[in-house]
């Protein structure tokens, strides 16, 4: 069914455009490449300007922000200078009350108010109170929060106390997930440990965080975007490219390993062919 209203948005989205060109519209509309939301609604863009459109084309949410960007099933939205977020069902969540706002990531997102930071899950209910000031506000995961200082990174508790020491030499560094954090310096990512130890080297141009104990990183640029579209999501995507990858098992955690996906600029239809989706299907079974 998911496959159907999908496809039926598609065409919906094509029957759009070519209604302007037919009508001699001027006005530039384009659609983004992946730009479908759920299976009832999609992005579209309009004279650079954002929006949602419903089954019928009717714009649920018009065509009048800068971006409408998704992460973990939320998108903020500033109205009258004001942020608060949608689901992907185009319903308001979480008011718009706040000033500013990162991303969500690992079921949260930095938020500001009246000049402070703090951080909020999926359902708006505040988990780190909005106390916080400090340059940057990163990831909150695993019970520790990024935060910059003075170019410098390191990580606080919910109760502001230090736990890695703000002297981390990165451009950004991320939230922990199965005790790794990944840690960028330029284009390049590697991996700390609560300690804040580097013990995997900033070696790879794509990486992604642990799950379950594995995660993917290439010495090449993985079109993210394409690898989950062509295989699907989450531990399915993890386990199918362990199971092609050569894997190099570390010390330090021994129970962590971490895989590098042979030979490829990015993930491609032919590279995920019958043997990754054999892979899967018995990986599934």
Not at 3 to 28: D, E, Q, R, Y
Request: net charge positive; hydrophobic share 40%; proline share 3%.
């Amino acid at each position: 069914m998911y496959k159907v209203k999908a496809v039926f948005l598609i065409f919906l989205i094509v029957h759009i455009l070519m209604g302007c060109a037919s009508t001699g519209n001027t006005a530039k509309e384009t659609v983004e490449e992946y730009g479908i939301v759920s299976p009832y609604f999609a992005r579209i863009i309009r004279n650079g300007k954002w929006g949602i459109i419903d089954l019928h084309g009717n714009e649920v949410i018009p065509a009048l922000y800068d971006k409408i960007i998704f992460d973990e099933n939320r998108a903020p939205l500033k109205g009258n200078g004001k942020i608060g977020f949608i689901d992907e069902n185009c319903t308001m969540v979480i008011p718009a009350i706040y000033d500013d706002c990162t991303y969500f990531s690992h079921n949260s997102t930095a938020v500001k108010h009246n000049g402070l930071w703090g951080y909020i899950d999926r359902d708006g209910n505040v988990i780190v109170p909005i106390t916080l000031n400090y340059d940057k506000h990163g990831e909150f995961s695993e019970g520790l929060i990024a935060v910059m200082k003075d170019k410098k990174w390191g990580y606080i508790d919910a109760e502001k106390n230090i736990v890695i020491p703000l002297n981390l030499n990165y451009d950004e560094v991320y939230g922990f997930s199965n005790g790794m954090a990944r840690v960028r310096k330029k284009d390049k990512y590697g991996y700390i440990d609560g300690t804040g130890t580097e013990i995997i080297k900033i070696q790879y141009l794509s990486a992604s965080d642990f799950q379950n104990n594995v995660a993917i990183a290439a010495k090449k640029k993985i079109n993210w975007a394409e690898f989950s579209r062509r295989i699907g999501v989450g531990m399915n995507a993890y386990v199918v490219a362990s199971a092609q990858a050569s894997c190099e098992h570390r010390t330090t955690p021994p129970q962590n390993l971490i895989c590098q996906v042979p030979k490829c600029k990015c993930i491609t239809t032919k590279f995920i062919g019958k043997k990754m989706q054999k892979h899967k299907r018995s990986l599934m079974t």
